[in-house]
Each structure stands twice: as C-alpha cells, then as structure tokens.
C-alpha cells in the first residue's frame, strides 16, 4: 500500500498545478529573537488563578426532575458515522433512550444506552448513562433528546463530511482547562471565535478534582455542567491526562482512572484497541491518534503493540493528516514537567518520523510551545549522538496545556531557548487546526488577552506525505 501510495503522491505534486501565496507569520505583541526561535515578550498581569465557586451560574443544575446534566458527546465508531451521547442523572436512574431526527426528517430514531454508577471514598456518583447513536449519515445535523419519562432537554450536533484526501475540517484545540476563571474565558474564547471549530481535541486534564481534599468528585459533577454549552453540541476527543488517574491509595482509591473511565466513553473497541485510553479515528481528511501517557508503553505491552500494528494502517490518500495527541510533551522548554515524556518518546519518536506524523498536540505544562520539525532518534548508547537535529519527516510538537486551570501558569522557562524551540508563551489560550485540503493546513493559536479575531502564533503546515517541504518559521541563527 505504501508503494502505491508514493506513486499517487508523486503524481499529485507534479501534475497539480496551483499557485499557491503562503504568507510566513508569527504574530506577537513583541518578541524576543534568540537562537531558538522566538520567546513572546508578551506580559500578562498577575492574578491569583482560582476556580469559580460551586454556586457560580455555569455550574447552574438544569430545572426539573431528574432533568440530564452534564451533556457530553464523541465520536462513537472509527469513520464518523456514530456519536457517543453521555449524560447524568441525579435523582433516579431514569431512562437511557435517545430519540434522535435528522434536520428536515421528522421521523425519529431511538437508541437505547446503558447506566452506570461507582463511588469514591465518600462520594457516590448520579447515574450515568451512556448511548451510541449508529449508522448515522454524514454531514447531516441531527437533534436529540434526553430525560424521556421526567424532564426531557434537547441538543443537536453536526455530523462530519465523508472521509476523504481533500476535505476542510476545522479542529479545536483545547488542554489542562480545569473550572477557574480562567478556564470560563478559554471556553468563551473558543466559542466566540470567528472562525469555528468542529470538533474539539482535548489534551487532557479535565476537571482537577484531585487538587480538592480527598479528590472531591463533586468537582467532577460541575466541570461536566460547566462544559455542557459546548460538549453536548460538538465531539471532544478525549486523551487522558495525570489529573485522570485519581489514584488515591491513602483514602483506599486504588483503581487508576475511575472517575474519568466511568463519565467519558471512547470508540477505541472500533480500532482493535483493549483499553480506552488509547485509540484512533478518522475525521474529514484525518486521523487521529491518541495515546496515553500514564499507561504502560514499553515493548511488548498493549500500548505498544497497539501502535505497532497502528501506523501501517494509516492510508495517506484517504486521510493525508496524521495527528497525534498526547497528554505529557515530548519536546518541552518549560522547567515544569521537563522531560517527564521523554521515555515515551525514546520508545515511539523513530515511528512518528517512519510514518511522518504532521503533528503532535501535547498539554501538561500549564502554557503555549510549538516546536520545528525536529528528531532525535540517532543516539544508540555508544555513538553519543543525542540532540535534536531539523527533519523534514518529523512532525511539530505543539504544547497546549494552556486552557487555564487553578495551577496557574508556568511561567519559567530554560534558557537560552533551545534550538527546536520555534516559539513559546506563559500565557492561557486554545488554538485551531484548518485543515484545506490534502497539502496545506492553518494553525494558529489565541491567548485569552486578545480579541477574538487576533492570533499570537499561526503557521501554514505543509502535509508530510503531500508536500514534504520546509514550513519552519524560526529565525535563523
């Protein structure tokens, strides 16, 4: 397949004749030029980051009996044609039906879901329901009903275009977010914005319950009514973050995950995956792993050989964009976190330059990075050759664990600012990935300061199979 491949893609670049004006921006409010690239001299007050009371209005329970909260919904196969729809209820387990209609039909469907509860040290969860709604049509907005028998609220979502090379699909991108202020005006960022995103990937970090005593799984509660506004209307893809593992075992909490692994379904059973916490799907003209920084990955074990038999199945002429997400980053320039994923990436970095990633989303580190194409997959013990070195087969690594939760910002960074560094700010935010068509895509990212419109680092990417050439931006030394 990959030979046949090849051959298309090399028909593509010479008989495609487009002429294509690629502007070059990075976009700051002033900038520090170093060796690395650029380090934002963009300065945000300082306040205390804290998370909104229990009473705040976004946390608010929707009126009625045993009315659903904390709406959420992903993708439920491996093509797009089915969403997961989640929900809980507090005073009855109720019904786990879904009545759901495309736009202009009025004939309406029904799906039946299954109900789950756990407890956790002291806390005993509402009921929580979880419904795969199948065989859906693409790119079709359907609405859907919950509550049937009691209080019934109703949503919609759009499904996406039918898989293929050249289609537009914009991803919202999202990390570490939390339930502070901070968090609420990410959120709004996001959702203001004038360019919309379809689809959110999530680099993990959700709620941060753990932070409260005795992990508080109330906390677990509002930060599902908080994001309801936007997860009961468009997919989250979810990767798991160290604020997932809930593992407790001073309060007898030793089951890793239980809290997450009971409110947040994922299709991985549709990619031969055993465990939710790894998996892929393909979107539009994507495809998206997900892998789990904080469960087992060397040789031999489920992960691993997961992503082993993975990437060979990635057809580049149907899905051209290869993305991966990730919780801890690989190429970090922060003191925080520093180097905790660089295991993970001694063991998988040779197969992402293999199979040419385009790029990998990361969060944990509580600000904004995006990194050259760079590699560092020479070093084998003796030959001491161990530096990140430019690799046009490598993909950007982009840090976006800026969503905003009550950690607050890290804001201390290595210097001088390493040569694999293209730019980095301790700022909030959330970014966008536009996807075009099978050769280029538009990223850009917004800090919480700004407008809505105004974007504090872009970059036009150029598809590693489709259009290998050079996208850097650094400035050169």
């Known amino acids: 397949m990959v030979g046949a491949q090849d051959k298309v893609r ?170 502070s202020y901070d968090s609420n005006k990410t959120l709004t960022h996001y959702e203001l914005g004038p360019t919309k995103g379809e689809t959110v990937l999530f680099m993990g970090d959700l709620s941060y319950a753990d932070n409260y005593p005795n992990h508080d799984n109330r906390r677990w509660d509002t930060w599902g009514r908080f994001v309801e506004r936007s997860t009961a209307y468009q997919p989250w893809v979810w990767t798991a973050g160290n604020h997932e593992l809930d593992f407790a075992p001073e309060i007898g909490e030793t089951e890793p995950f239980k809290p997450f692994s009971h409110r947040y379904q994922t299709p991985y059973k549709a990619s031969n995956s055993t465990s939710p916490f790894w998996y892929s799907i393909k979107r539009a003209s994507a495809y998206i792993i997900v892998l789990s920084s904080y469960s087992a990955y060397g040789k031999y074990t489920p992960q691993y050989k997961w992503l082993e038999t993975e990437l060979p199945k990635v057809n580049r002429s149907e899905t051209p964009w290869l993305i991966v997400l990730v919780h801890s980053p690989w190429y970090n320039s922060y003191n925080y976190h520093y180097m905790e994923g660089e295991t993970m990436r001694v063991m998988f970095e040779p197969w992402f330059v293999q199979y040419k990633v385009d790029v990998v989303f990361a969060g944990h580190v509580h600000a904004y990075e995006r990194s050259e194409r760079v590699s560092n997959i020479a070093y084998n013990i003796v030959n001491g050759i161990c530096a990140p070195v430019s690799d046009q087969s490598a993909p950007v690594y982009i840090t976006i664990g800026d969503g905003g939760n009550l950690e607050g910002l890290a804001t201390n960074m290595t210097e001088p600012q390493p040569k694999y560094s293209a730019f980095r700010e301790a700022s909030f935010g959330h970014a966008l990935f536009e996807i075009k068509n099978r050769t280029h895509a538009y990223y850009n990212w917004h800090r919480n300061q700004d407008g809505y419109a105004v974007q504090a680092d872009s970059l036009w990417f150029f598809n590693r199979f489709w259009y290998p050439i050079d996208d850097s931006t650094s400035a050169k030394s």
């Open 10 to 179: 090399r028909w593509w670049c010479s008989s495609v004749n487009v002429v294509v004006v690629v502007v070059f921006l990075v976009v700051v409010n002033g900038v520090v030029m170093c060796n690395g690239g650029i380090t934002s001299s963009f300065t945000r007050r300082v306040e205390k980051t804290m998370d909104m009371p229990l009473d705040s209005d976004v946390f608010r329970v929707p009126p009625g009996y045993n009315a659903p909260q904390q709406v959420h919904i992903t993708q439920g196969d491996h093509e797009g044609k089915a969403v997961i729809v989640s929900w809980v209820t507090m005073d009855v387990s109720g019904s786990s039906r879904v009545f759901y209609w495309s736009e202009n039909s009025m004939h309406k469907h029904m799906a039946k879901g299954k109900v789950t509860t756990y407890k956790f040290y002291n806390y005993t969860s509402g009921h929580i329901h979880h419904c795969n709604l199948k065989h859906l049509e693409y790119n079709t907005k359907y609405y859907y009903e919950l509550g049937i028998g009691h209080t019934t609220r109703t949503f919609w979502f759009k499904t996406p275009p039918e898989v293929g090379p050249d289609v537009p699909y914009v991803f919202g991108l999202i990390g570490d977010l939390g339930q």
